[in-house]
């Protein structure tokens, strides 16, 4: 049985010990990246992991929830540079369903209309068929849970949930409502930042009941223009005098960004956002892609959050020294009291006339 001396064992912990420092430097580079100098404002980044391409060809990247943290509502400090430091111009697709008057396809010769109208005659110029497809929504959960929570009224059902850190905007709340229970309700969806001031962002009707032997069915109220950020939202179902649905679980879902840029050969790219001074960018690409292009994209990853080292604050310097202000001002009232005082005192030592 072999033994270290004491030399081997101190050099085996030096080595260790380099190991360790190499691997620290290591990610404190990753976690802490400079920026090329025209990015300077943009506090965080991400690098884009693309598998390589031999020609021009769409990809994307979802948006991560990071940048709804750090950036102002709607993204607009958003921006895709490639590794020249060139902006690189994109798309933020989002996936949004529409409403429609369910139809079941059939291939019948003759179609009937029936507009009913009791008190006069509708007059129809004309009518055109058509075939339409609708692609549904797409939608992914966020983790949250829903707690019991005392109502507006005594004549309602109440749930509070806290997302906390996640700054994901939410765009629908998704009921699970336990059978065979038929019902028509009312549902009316609030946010707030702190828990205490509330404001209302959709309302909308949940059912499930039988006409003519089909049922009829719906358990999603969708937030619109894309969906609202915040961290506590209350959903009430406005009850009447009706009992309170039993067994309701809910959900929240959100609407990803899909990121949508030309990935150009031999080019890497990164993401960026953080910048509070930025306004949303214009590029003429969403005018040349359609809905199945932006769809066709090659999907990509995205990197561990960054931060610029090399980061400068956006503010004007009066913004970000507002300290100095205050002092200033404190200087000029100063002067002004001391000139009020030796104005009067020259008035007190000057004799009357």
Not at 44 to 54: F, G, K, V, W
Not at 189 to 218: C, L, N, T, V
Request: net charge neutral.
């Amino acid at each position: 049985m072999s033994t270290q001396s004491p030399w081997q064992k101190r050099r085996g912990i030096f080595v260790l010990a380099s190991i360790g420092a190499a691997l620290l430097a290591t990610f404190a580079a990753l976690a802490d990246t400079p920026l090329p100098a025209a990015w300077k404002h943009w506090h965080y980044s991400r690098a884009i992991e693309l598998p390589p391409s031999d020609s021009m060809r769409l990809a994307s990247v979802v948006a991560p929830d990071d940048a709804f943290r750090r950036s102002l509502d709607r993204l607009p400090d958003l921006r895709v540079i490639d590794d020249q430091a060139q902006e690189t111009p994109f798309v933020i697709r989002i996936r949004e369903g529409v409403n429609t008057i369910p139809y079941s396809e059939n291939n019948a010769r003759y179609l009937r209309i029936h507009i009913l109208d009791g008190a006069q005659q509708f007059w129809v110029a004309g009518a055109n068929v058509f075939h339409k497809t609708v692609t549904p929504p797409e939608r992914v959960s966020l983790s949250q849970s829903f707690a019991r929570a005392a109502p507006s009224t005594p004549q309602r059902s109440a749930w509070i949930a806290d997302l906390d850190a996640n700054a994901t905007p939410v765009s629908e709340v998704r009921f699970e409502v336990a059978p065979p229970a038929e019902f028509i309700r009312t549902v009316e969806i609030f946010a707030s930042d702190d828990g205490r001031k509330w404001s209302r962002f959709a309302q909308g009707e949940i059912y499930r009941y039988y006409q003519d032997k089909i049922s009829q069915e719906q358990l999603q109220v969708s937030i619109p223009f894309g969906g609202a950020q915040a961290r506590y939202w209350k959903v009430e179902v406005v009850n009447g005098n009706d009992a309170p649905l039993d067994g309701v679980t809910l959900h929240l879902s959100a609407v990803p960004r899909h990121i949508v840029f030309e990935q150009q050969p031999g080019r890497t790219y990164r993401l960026l956002y953080g910048q509070s001074r930025a306004g949303a960018p214009e590029y003429d690409l969403e005018k040349r892609l359609n809905a199945q292009q932006q769809d066709a994209a090659v999907a990509g990853q995205l990197g561990p959050e960054e931060i610029n080292s090399g980061w400068v604050d956006p503010r004007p310097w009066t913004e970000t020294h507002d300290i100095f202000l205050w002092l200033v001002l404190l200087v000029a009232v100063a002067l002004l009291g001391y000139a009020a005082v030796r104005s009067l005192q020259r008035s007190a030592a000057t004799p009357d006339a």
